[in-house]
């Protein structure tokens, strides 16, 4: 089962949606008794961060996330990945849950915010099993992760080249929407399910 965690903020039922597509049981619970019962979480993200974190700090599923994670595999999307870095500058300053070594910092050229397919390169990590170099995802974001490169998994160029993918231990996170980037996305989604 996988546990999809619900702060009040995300695209929770597209997520539902997609990991029923391909046969995967899923749960959407902000209730900690609920998501122990669960051997993934999946923490998806739209809108701001600090909103985001004040949420999950909100119903203790910041403290929860971080213990989980010393022994169950996480995935971050979108804002849920920028969530695993340590800290954000979107409004201000906020602390993330610190799981992978890093910041997430504006977009300084182009179209803000980045909306539409974009390729990903240097695809490391069996979340990629099985998935093309420059394969194209669906990216929604005005905010990027900036982290050694030792913690990407995966990099897009939009202006810069930046991580669109990120890892530590079990943490794992994707600034795309795999839930909206068709068969690759679901080929993404298994991967991470079937990941021990």
Known sequence: MVGIVDYGAGNLRSVQKALEAIGEPALVSGERAALDGCDKLILPGVGSFGAG???LSARGLDSYLKERV???KLLGICLGMQFLLQKSFEDG???GLGLV?????RFSEGKIPQIGWNEVHGL????FDGIAEG???YFVHSYRADCPDRFACAKTEYFVTYPSAVYAGNA???QFHPEKSGAAGLRLL???CGMQ
């Open 135 to 137: 394969t194209r995802f």
């Open 70 to 72: 010393k022994d169950t």
């Open 53 to 55: 974190m004040a949420e």
């Open 124 to 127: 490391k990590t069996p979340l």
């Open 172 to 174: 794992f996170g994707v």
């Open 101 to 105: 070594e890093g910041q997430v910092v």
């Open 93 to 95: 300053e906020h602390a």
């Open 190 to 192: 298994k991967n991470f």
